[in-house]
């Protein structure tokens, strides 16, 4: 099994910044590829952003373009997502998930395509 662990998450006013990390850990693959989803109270489990296993291909929900930031670092099995300009709307529990895939470039960007997943943290913006 693999276990994923989210951190960083908290209490933050409008326009401030949050940086969260997931640590992947137990069973691992050669590759895979990592998202972080969100779910606000009462809406479903969206997408925020998605990372190839390359670290060479990014996506994000155009909710958060040029305000949040994916990342990886493959030798410490950590994905990250740097969250800056934030807005009571990013108010939400925020998920990260992992797909092991064949392809370095391939980033999933639907929840149904993602094989584990973490516990959530709880990120709020207040105004």
């Known amino acids: 099994q693999v276990q994923l662990v989210e951190s960083g998450g908290g209490l933050v006013q409008v326009g401030g910044s949050l940086r969260l990390s997931c640590a992947a850990s137990g069973r691992t693959f050669s590759r895979y590829a990592m998202g972080w989803f969100r779910q606000a109270p009462g809406k479903e489990r969206e997408v925020v952003a998605a990372i190839s296993w390359s670290g060479g291909v990014t996506y994000y929900a155009d909710s958060v373009k040029g305000r949040f930031t994916i990342s990886r670092d493959n030798a410490k099995n950590t994905v990250y997502l740097q969250m800056n300009s934030l807005k009571p709307e990013d108010t939400a529990v925020y998920y990260c998930?992992?797909?092991?895939?064949?392809?370095?470039?391939?980033?999933?960007?639907?929840?149904?395509?993602?094989?584990?997943w973490g516990q959530g943290t709880q990120v709020t913006v207040s105004s």
């Open positions: 998930a992992l797909k092991q895939v064949y392809s370095g470039s391939y980033h999933p960007t639907t929840q149904y395509e993602y094989d584990f």
